[in-house]
């Protein structure tokens, strides 16, 4: 059989469809490539061997009773573990959810079974979404296939480490301040975030709720575009959902650019960027301009304050959101204060002299304590700090302030080009444990991706380049809201002209 590695989910769906080879067969050899190659990344958590065999079968039937299939027919897609999926764990790579089994599947997941798409297993990633490098799962780190000693990006780096390995096709992100850019980057592959509202949010675990956005990632653009059609629109469980109506991606991926308004800002192509990536950024833009786009310089300037903005309002978010876990109804329990119940019903020795509400505190604490990680109970403590009384306007109404202006800079920037280009990281994949020690270092490497889900635009990341030590580069492309046709297309045009 023709290596995963090589194909694409444009070309895979049509060849299961028409025969020449089967879901089954396609399903198997998945299973096999994670079997051989993800002992060394870890970029899967869960998978159902099983279930996946089976509901490739359900493809093939239908195949040959002459029933009409959907779009992704047989093909395999890896699906971030923050995203909910009915009888398959789901723990947003946390303790204190092990164990978690969703009753329902995520609209999104929905979506992908109406289309007929394989589920392979669910990626790992940075608990929560909190972290920029994969090494604040609670499941052990996720690496990058092409560098075992690197960092696949955070916090979808197994969905991006998954693709880079072939042991998928496909994968959902979830995207809160870079999460599915960044990883991308990372990996060589391709990531976008869609504008806030496109995809739904029904089944995610919520971590900054107004900033969580799912999102497709991919191999090439047109696989990313594809995905995005499946995924993409208006759905009643999600009042966060927009009604925007959803166009055919692919219907204008292939015009050209010529004419495009692209600009270029100022700020992220300042001090910090490292030197190789502004030299393969700038020759992408150069190469744009080849192909007709029109290039000229805008401002966003208050993009100095988005990391300290976003770490205000996000771990605000997350505080409120991550208060539901107390071990009480699911996932990881405590055993401090007779967690089980009070008395002869299972309480610690000598809780029968303790009141009710103190064995009920120790539970929580030891639950939040032994099921969190350090990252997670780092973020929970600032969001709670900015939040308190006496600090809420110093800190995060100040923070809400300039998320406006950023927004502002964005709607001023999109009255003058129709797309910015920009680097997607300050750096290339740095090494395990280069920066876990460092969370402020860590913050800063999210610095040209926040600014995107600050203001709630929508932006792609792709590869255009390597570093000196042949780690990818990766290119940011930001459109305005709902914008993702513009920007797939401008993302095709160069990926065509580059064969990168």
Known sequence: MESLNEMTAYELAPRIKSGEMTAE????????????????????????????????????????????????????????????????????????LEGFVPPYDATVIARLRAADAVIVGKTNMDQFGMGSSNENSGFDICRNPLDTSRVP?????????????????????EDTGGSIRQPAAFCGVVGLKPTYGRVSRFGIIAYGSSFDQVGPMARNVEDCARLLGVIAGHDPMDTTSASEAVPDYTATLKQDIAGLRIGVPDE?????????????????????ESLGARVESVRLPHTEYAVAAYYILVTAEASSNLARYDGVKYGYRGEDGGASGAGEEGGAPGSQSRAPDDRLDD?????????????????????????????????YDKAQRVRTLIKGDFDQAFEKVDLIVAPTTPTTAFRVGEKIGDPLQMYLSDIYTVP????????????????????PIGLQIIGPHFGEERILRAAFAFEEATGS
């Open 25 to 96: 067969e396609v399903a198997r050899e998945v299973l096999r490539l994670i079997d051989e190659k993800d002992p060394a990344i870890n970029a899967y958590l869960a998978v159902d061997r099983e279930s996946v065999v089976e509901d490739a079968r359900k493809v093939d039937r239908k195949i040959a009773a002459g029933e009409a299939t959907g779009p992704l027919a047989g093909v395999p897609i890896a699906i971030k573990d923050a995203i909910c999926t009915k009888g398959l764990e789901t723990t947003c790579a946390s303790r204190i």
């Open 153 to 173: 990006g955070g916090s979808s780096g197994g969905s991006a480490a998954a693709l880079a390995a072939g042991t998928a096709v496909l994968a959902l992100g």
């Open 268 to 288: 992220y192509m300042a001090e910090g960027l490292d030197a190789s990536v502004k030299e393969s950024v700038s020759r992408a833009i150069e190469r744009m």
């Open 363 to 395: 539970m929580y604490g030891s639950t939040r304590s032994g099921g969190f990680g350090l990252e997670v109970k780092r973020r929970i403590m600032l969001g709670t700090y900015v939040l308190s009384a006496g600090y809420y306007d110093a800190y």
């Open 452 to 471: 995107i889900n600050l203001a709630g635009v929508s932006a792609i990341s792709l590869p255009c380049g390597k570093d000196p030590d042949g780690m």
